[in-house]
């Protein structure tokens, strides 16, 4: 009897842990929080003519915003059946630059102007992004799993520029875009034990598989991620995310007296860290 005793026993050890190993990724829904620090750069160049019979001008311009912010990341997961995922993801980032002239500068060829000391230049951008994407795993085991994915990127895409000149001029200029795009994408989870969870996702799109913008471009996006669970309810996460939108366009005016060929670049890139909570 005692070595059918000690079979059982090991029987019932085996499955309580291939039990809680498939449980591991059996929550319904999960949820992540996390505060995103990011290191942004804003690359927007222009070339083309501005002219008519009196002026003609060509011009070839660069410029590039550097900064840094933590802003807002997160994650909804709905699991209904095995193999089966859909994931909503939505980004918020605001990066800003300003620039304060501490003395006053005058132009040679224009003496009638000069910029105060005290005047200021505002740029930046409003980019928020909202990923909803269906995911079927190729392989689902109770650690490993990997799965492609399809769905829709959202995005609204803002720039501006301003200038104040105390006691001369105040202005404004602002860009805006609100667009969706078909997004493709896979995803590899490996889960070695009821508490640890490491990940990896790529998504990408290219402009002209929807309408996210009638410009020319792409947007690449990949992620890390490390979380630990405490409870089968509550953890924590670390990883890492970047991604890149690049943008190209023709602008040029009804009676052709400019055209403008521009060409943008935004880049985000940091570590993320936050909450997770899962029923």
Do not use: C
Not at 151 to 166: E, N, R
Not at 255 to 276: C, N, R
């Amino acid at each position: 009897m005692r070595p059918a005793l000690l079979h059982a026993a090991l029987a019932l050890s085996l499955g309580g842990i291939a039990t809680v190993a498939s449980a591991a990724d059996d929550d319904r829904f999960t949820f992540r929080a996390s505060a995103f620090d990011t290191d942004a750069s804003i690359r927007v160049g222009a070339n083309g003519t501005v002219g008519n019979e009196d002026i003609n001008a060509t011009f070839d311009d660069v410029g590039v915003i550097d900064g840094s912010e933590t802003a807002l990341r997160f994650e909804a997961v709905y699991h209904p059946a095995e193999r089966h995922r859909v994931a909503l993801n939505y980004y918020d980032l605001e990066p800003r630059e300003s620039y304060v002239l501490d003395r006053d500068i005058g132009f040679e060829e224009f003496p009638e102007y000069t910029l105060p000391a005290g005047s200021r230049a505002d740029v930046g951008m409003d980019f928020k992004l909202a990923t909803l994407m269906y995911e079927y795993a190729f392989v689902e085991s109770d650690t490993w799993t990997v799965g492609g994915q399809v769905g829709v990127h959202w995005a609204q895409l803002m720039a501006f520029g301003s200038v104040d000149i105390p006691d001369i001029a105040s202005d404004r200029v602002e860009w805006k875009r609100t667009k969706r795009a078909i997004a493709l994408g896979a995803r590899a989870q490996y889960r070695p034990s009821d508490r640890w969870r490491f990940g990896l996702e790529v998504q990408g799109y290219d402009t002209s598989w929807g309408n996210f913008v009638s410009e020319n471009g792409h947007f690449e996006r990949a992620g890390l991620l490390a979380e630990y669970r405490f409870t089968d309810t509550f953890g924590v996460h670390v990883g890492y995310d970047w991604f890149r939108l690049k943008l190209r366009d023709v602008a040029a005016d009804e009676d052709e007296y400019y055209s403008v060929l521009l060409d943008g670049e935004l880049k985000v890139h940091g570590p993320t860290a936050g909450l997770t909570l899962a029923f």
